[in-house]
């Protein structure tokens, strides 16, 4: 698959199907639907991501946006998608593994946002061990990293669910909503025995 003339063995390999979701790069042709789930999630997703530039929602700022994506991809940087409902193609949240490190790490960092209509349905649980499998066998990754805030309890539970252990905590980790927040910070191993299926509805 080509985008913005850009051609690599990674978009090849796209869409990664999950249980009942899917999940491909980003193109212009979700716009409408990207920036009206963000927008209707502005409340429900401010208190757990970076601030929102000004023109966070316009078009403009969409497209530099997938550009930089594919651009991430075809340098083997970062993977960044966007989660379907695989019955009805509704795009539900998004994922990425950013600051792939190769050579002796191996290594990427994982994050990830849902809409607020469909948080806690079991939609992101499955992208990420859809998007576990991609990392380990696909893009032979060893080591996926995680952060949350400590008072997120649904993405601590999407992260143990996942396989997750919890190797420390950072303080003043990242910047989220205007402020440095402590962090608790997880990984998973392409070693790890993977957790037990567990029921998610959908």
């Given at each position: 698959m080509a985008l913005f003339g850009l051609v690599g063995a990674s978009f090849r390999e796209l869409p990664i199907r999950g249980d009942g979701v899917y999940l491909r790069n980003s193109e212009m042709r979700d716009y409408p639907a990207w920036a009206a789930l963000r927008e209707r999630s502005r409340a429900f997703l401010t208190p757990w991501e970076p601030t929102w530039p000004a023109d966070d929602l316009t078009r403009a700022s969409f497209r530099y946006r997938v550009r930089r994506h594919a651009e991430e991809m075809a340098r083997d940087e970062a993977f960044s998608f966007f989660v379907f409902r695989e019955s009805d193609d509704t795009l539900v949240g998004g994922l990425t593994l950013g600051h792939v490190r190769r050579g002796v790490s191996q290594a990427a960092t994982l994050g990830y946002w849902m809409g607020e209509p469909y948080a806690g349905k079991g939609y992101m649980s499955r992208a990420v061990r859809a998007t576990l499998d991609y990392a380990?066998?696909?893009?032979r990754l060893h080591r996926i990293e995680a952060a949350c805030l400590p008072s997120n309890d649904p993405s601590i539970r999407l992260l143990e669910r996942n396989g997750f252990k919890q190797e420390g905590f950072a303080r003043a980790y990242l910047n989220i909503n205007g402020q440095w927040?402590?962090?608790?910070?997880f990984a998973r191993l392409d070693s790890d025995p993977q957790p037990p299926r567990r029921p998610t509805p959908l």
């Open positions: 380990f066998n696909r893009q927040r402590d962090h608790l910070l």
